[in-house]
């Protein structure tokens, strides 16, 4: 029972938002085979506690292979260790992720190249397609990765730190430190001022 409203509300989340196409309807059909097993466990509320302390034991998410859709070149966060990774889950209809992504811009250009802040944007949406990504972040101009994480990563992501992480308009982020350990950020929008004052003691560390 663990998983299964994640799962179910990121099927809510998909396909509320874009037509359902074979990715959609495959993922609804299997949710719907594992809500059919998953009936008898208590449903638990995770503590903010209980997720970091779940989450800082290397998540196999950040050690899964994802391309990034502006080179082709296939990657892992964790080849970003040592580094401080801001991980935005997103999708391109969302009006409140473009004016997250624009804080994040700014963030860059406030912190400067060498700060040690690598960001990755997440397109969440199942939908959504990597070129048409590609032209949406060359339109707006932002320089940093993007890739379209895998059905595993996402519904890893929701059971490790909630429902709400597959829901674009609340700009959910979460940051890795530099060793690995995953944070994630209150949900709603977050000014590069917030951004900043929240990864700071993690860009300090190691420096």
Known sequence: ?????PLLFAVFVITACAPMN???????????????????????????EAMTEEASNSPAWTNSDLVN???????????FAGNV?????????????????Q???LLHEQLGEDSGLISIGFDIDQNEEAE??????????FDWVYTIPSLEI??????????NFLNPPLTPILIIDRQG????????LKSAEDIKLFIEPFLSEGM
């Not at 074979?22 to 903010?48: F, H, Y």
């Not at 048409?132 to 101009?141: A, I, P, R, S, T």
């Not at 996402?154 to 429902?163: C, D, H, K, P, S």
Request: glycine share 4%; with cysteine.
């Open 85 to 101: 990774v801001l991980v935005e889950n997103l999708a391109m209809w969302c009006s409140s992720c473009l004016k997250q992504q």
């Open 132 to 141: 048409d990504l590609k032209k949406y972040v060359e339109n707006n101009g």
């Open 69 to 79: 859709i502006k080179t082709g070149e296939t990657f892992k966060l964790t080849d």
């Open 1 to 5: 029972m663990k998983l299964l409203i």
């Open 154 to 163: 996402v519904r890893e992501i929701a059971n490790l730190y909630g429902a």
């Open 22 to 48: 074979a990715a959609t309807e495959a993922m609804v059909e299997e949710t719907s085979k594992e809500i059919k097993v998953q009936t008898a466990e208590p449903v638990l509320e995770a503590t903010a």
């Open 103 to 105: 804080q994040v811009k």
């Open 181 to 188: 350990v995953v944070h994630p950020m209150n949900m709603g």
